[in-house]
């Protein structure tokens, strides 16, 4: 199987890669420093074809919903994937705003 070079890849994807564990980056962030929208940004994470590579788990609303995991497991392994990463988690269920990632 051949992965696409890093030239191929859109720059959100690269940028998952550097959220470190413990943090999740929004749409909005990553939208922000690709300079898109958040919904082409939910697009590009829908088309993940190498989630283990590229962590799209680690993208989340910008008010702390898990939303838009299309992986095996959906929301529920998006959730388990997160607290295996230390990130930290409301009681209402949404992740911590102190587990938000932001670039540089």
Do not use: Q, W
């Not at 994807?13 to 999740?24: E, T």
């Not at 992986?71 to 938000?100: H, T």
């Amino acid at each position: 199987m051949s992965y696409p070079s890093r030239h191929d890849v859109h720059c959100a994807m690269v940028l998952l890669k550097k959220i470190p564990n413990g943090k999740v980056a929004t749409y909005k962030e990553l939208a922000r420093v690709c300079d898109t929208s958040p919904r082409a940004i939910g697009r590009i994470m829908a088309g993940n074809k190498d989630p283990v590579d590229f962590p799209c788990y680690k993208v989340v609303a910008s008010s702390g919903e898990l939303c838009g995991y299309s992986g095996p497991g959906g929301i529920k392994r998006k959730r388990e994937l997160l607290a295996k990463d230390e990130v930290l988690f409301e009681k209402n269920g949404r992740v911590d705003k102190k587990s938000f990632y932001t670039f540089g």
